[in-house]
């Protein structure tokens, strides 16, 4: 593909992911005291398979001549985990629910949601900004030359 339609595809992505988390936090916000255990599920493996994919742009790119970028991946991906963990943290939470019928008139039920609403408000902001900074990688690596990728040694 064109060096342009790359580009402009990764500067709409690095402008819609913000507006798509504060969409989806808005959206959490009005539905704190729903159970939703089937989104919950579905947040926490989408989280985990872009957590996967930057850790296989990691491993690839710290074969390459592109060491530094590799390693801000890896830390990226890192993120991206942890924003993983807390989707499953607000998932268990919201089968508790569902499972024991906990009512938000309750202090502990009120503080409970709270916290489910906390996790997965976190989790959101964390792939967020974990997908908004890799963006710039995984554009450098799609549009780098093979020249420019060269294996640094094949016992790494």
């Keep these: 593909m064109k060096p342009l339609v790359i580009n402009a595809a990764f500067?709409?992505?690095?402008?819609?992911?913000?507006?798509?988390?504060?969409?989806?936090?808005?959206?959490?916000?009005?539905e704190v005291f729903v159970v939703r255990q089937l989104s919950n599920l579905t947040l926490f493996v989408a989280f985990f398979m872009i957590a996967n994919l930057q850790m296989v742009t990691s491993r690839a790119l710290l074969r390459t001549t592109q060491r530094r970028a590799g390693i801000k991946a890896a830390q990226l991906a890192g993120i991206m985990f942890i924003a993983t963990l807390f989707a499953a943290?607000?998932?268990?939470?919201?089968?508790?629910?569902?499972?024991y019928n906990v009512s938000a008139?309750?202090?502990?039920?009120?503080?409970?949601?709270?916290?489910?609403?906390?996790c997965n408000s976190t989790a959101v902001v964390f792939a967020v900004v974990s997908m908004h900074r890799f963006i710039g990688i995984l554009n450098n690596f799609i549009q780098s030359s093979v020249t420019?990728?060269?294996?640094i040694s094949s016992n790494t």
Aim: glycine content about 8%; proline content about 4%.
């Design 89 to 99: 943290v607000d998932a268990a939470l919201d089968a508790f629910f569902s499972q």
């Design 105 to 118: 008139n309750w202090p502990i039920g009120f503080s409970l949601f709270f916290l489910g609403w906390l």
């Design 148 to 151: 420019e990728l060269e294996v």
């Design 11 to 30: 500067a709409a992505l690095r402008i819609l992911f913000p507006i798509i988390g504060i969409g989806y936090l808005t959206i959490e916000s009005r």
